[in-house]
């Protein structure tokens, strides 16, 4: 079953990254025809496109409680680890 015609804005992270991986074990299988197969790659481009910005969304509103000189914690910006 084909879900193009849902919007990804009314989709949450969780369902869309399930949809998505859905997607893609059905393309991995490659016994689809070709336009279905075009179909749920538009879908899975769709999908990710709004993975990625829940995910940058989420980001920005990520902070983290650090305990202070006096015991006291105090909320500091999300600060992203680069190796």
């Given at each position: 079953?084909?879900k193009?015609?849902?919007?990804?804005?009314?989709?949450?992270?969780?369902?869309?990254?399930?949809?998505?991986?859905?997607?893609?074990?059905?393309?991995?299988?490659?016994?689809?025809a070709?336009?279905?197969?075009?179909?749920?790659?538009?879908?899975?481009?769709?999908?990710?496109r709004?993975?990625?910005?829940?995910?940058?969304e989420?980001?920005?509103?990520?902070?983290?409680?650090?305990?202070?000189?006096?015991?006291?914690?105090?909320?500091e910006?999300?600060?992203?680890?680069?190796?």
């Open positions: 079953m084909l193009s015609e849902k919007p990804t804005e009314a989709v949450d992270f969780e369902k869309a990254l399930a949809e998505l991986e859905g997607i893609v074990k059905q393309l991995e299988a490659g016994n689809l070709l336009e279905k197969s075009l179909a749920l790659f538009e879908r899975g481009v769709q999908l990710a709004a993975c990625k910005e829940k995910l940058a989420a980001e920005l509103k990520v902070s983290q409680l650090v305990k202070d000189k006096q015991g006291l914690f105090s909320e910006a999300f600060k992203e680890d680069k190796d």
